[in-house]
């Protein structure tokens, strides 16, 4: 499985940005994969921000919940974060993951939120 992050950048506090995902060389069908997104900031683990399930269960960290939505669009083979109200707690390589019997992880996309 190949996942490619897109989306990532500079962004003023209070500001959106929208990632996105597109998973390729898929080997079950792409509704039947658990899509999330993680991230990690320097000298931090990596950490889940949210995924949803392949039943359509959406989890989401306490630190994203009224602030980021996650999307799939299982037609694209794609997985969408729009992210508001960014806080400089926020900047941090955000990670596409996918899960099916195996781990997958795209290479990353720098979110910066600064003035």
């Known amino acids: 499985v190949q996942l490619v992050e897109s989306g990532g950048g500079l962004v003023q506090p209070g500001g959106s940005l929208r990632l996105s995902c597109v998973a390729s060389k898929i080997t079950w069908p792409f509704n039947m994969y658990t899509m999330g997104w993680y991230r990690q900031s320097p000298g931090k683990q990596r950490e889940l921000v949210v995924n949803i399930t392949d039943d359509g269960t959406t989890n989401y960290a306490d630190s994203a919940k009224g602030r980021f939505i996650m999307s799939r669009d299982n037609n694209k083979n794609t997985i969408y974060l729009q992210m508001d109200s960014l806080k400089p707690e926020d900047t941090a390589v955000y990670y596409c993951?996918?899960?099916?019997?195996?781990?997958?992880w795209g290479e990353g996309t720098l979110v910066t939120v600064s003035s």
């Open positions: 993951n996918a899960k099916r019997i195996l781990n997958y």
